[in-house]
């Protein structure tokens, strides 16, 4: 059986191992791209990654898959959405709950839009986790919002999960496998 060569275009170390153990067993051979995206204001984390997708594409020339995740909390309007890694450079963790001060509803998503350009080939594969947003930081595993967001179902943050927990659970687990299972089509000879 055949493999598949995709680059994921991104800076973050931690995302890339993340996507690595959530693709262990998949026929894709999955390298990092350390090119910055252009990242496209927009509201909907599809049109984003799929944006700085072709762009990454067309620049390189390689398979590439871009990862955009949107954090949307109720309370607040679905704020910071598409947004959420400015805010959480800004503000932070810290900001974050005070902007939630005495709100009722936490609750909130984390949605993942994976991008996949090749030549003569694109697609977008979604993956959503919603939970709330805890009233502490809570953990030291993970990265980003991983210490206040625990998902539904769950009594722990993602920071407080292992790995492999977390990425049972998480919206970045479930957009990967996602990409995971066409992989497996292709490679198999089923096309798309």
């Not at 902007?99 to 030549?119: M, N």
């Not at 049972?168 to 496998?177: E, I, L, M, Q």
Request: aromatic share 8%; net charge negative; with cysteine.
């Amino acid at each position: 059986m055949g493999r598949l060569t995709l680059y994921l275009a991104t800076r973050n170390r931690n995302k890339f191992l993340e996507a690595s153990r959530i693709l262990e067993g998949a026929p894709i051979d999955l390298r990092m791209l350390e090119v910055d995206k252009e990242e496209l204001q927009a509201d909907d984390t599809e049109v984003i990654a799929l944006h700085a997708a072709r762009r990454i594409h067309m620049e390189t020339g390689l398979p590439v898959v871009v990862d955009d995740t949107g954090l949307f909390i109720n309370s607040l309007g679905g704020f910071p959405g598409p947004y959420a890694e400015y805010v959480y450079r800004t503000i932070g963790l810290e900001g974050v709950l005070r902007l939630l001060e005495g709100a009722s509803d936490r609750r909130a998503c984390f949605k993942t839009s994976l991008a996949l350009v090749t030549t003569g080939h694109e697609q977008v594969f979604n993956g959503v986790t919603c939970g709330i947003i805890t009233r502490e930081i809570r953990g030291s595993g993970g990265f980003g919002y991983d210490p206040i967001f625990m998902p539904e179902g769950y009594s722990r943050t993602y920071a407080e999960m292992s790995l492999e927990e977390k990425n049972r659970v998480s919206h970045r687990g479930k957009a990967f496998r996602e990409l995971a299972r066409w992989a497996e089509r292709v490679v198999g000879g089923q096309g798309d």
